[in-house]
């Protein structure tokens, strides 16, 4: 049982960590016509920023009932960030639709070829990425 230690929820997101100290990010915006705008993307990282609190942790993105795509200026925003590049080992995204995929390929090739990730459909798949890339991160420190 994973017990939620700090947790900041939105209308279209909630991030939590708990005892493995993974920053979970679930977002669930239904409306697929929508884009994720800057404003919002930096309220988003306020909060993640206060939930890691200056430790870096892996993050694990819960897409699975995600619609949806980015405004290029918040693509770039989120990957050259230095608040969030202190506090980020890796990411881990869990995923259930090939379009959704496809975004993710794009957005790491163009604008984040730099932070590991790995694309998952299971939770477990994700969490043990998380946990192994953590664990090499400190045990290289």
Not at 11 to 18: G, H, I, L
Not at 82 to 103: A, F, H, P, Q, W
Not at 116 to 122: G, H, L, R, T
């Amino acid at each position: 049982m994973n017990v939620m230690s700090k947790m900041i929820g939105f209308a279209n997101a909630t991030f939590w960590t708990d005892e493995t100290e993974i920053l979970y990010c679930e977002f669930n915006n239904k409306d697929a016509t929508a884009k994720l705008e800057i404003e919002t993307v930096k309220s988003y990282i306020d909060a993640i920023c206060t939930i890691c609190n200056g430790n870096p942790m892996p993050f694990l993105i819960n897409l699975n009932e995600a619609k949806g795509t980015f405004n290029i200026a918040a693509a770039k925003f989120v990957a050259n960030n230095k608040d969030l590049k202190k506090v980020r080992i890796c990411e881990s995204y869990l995923i259930n639709t090939i379009g959704v995929k496809l975004l993710i390929g794009f957005y790491k090739r163009l604008y984040d070829p730099i932070t590991p990730f790995k694309v998952f459909n299971d939770i477990a798949s994700a969490k043990n990425f998380c946990l192994q890339t953590k664990f090499n991160h400190y045990e290289s420190c």
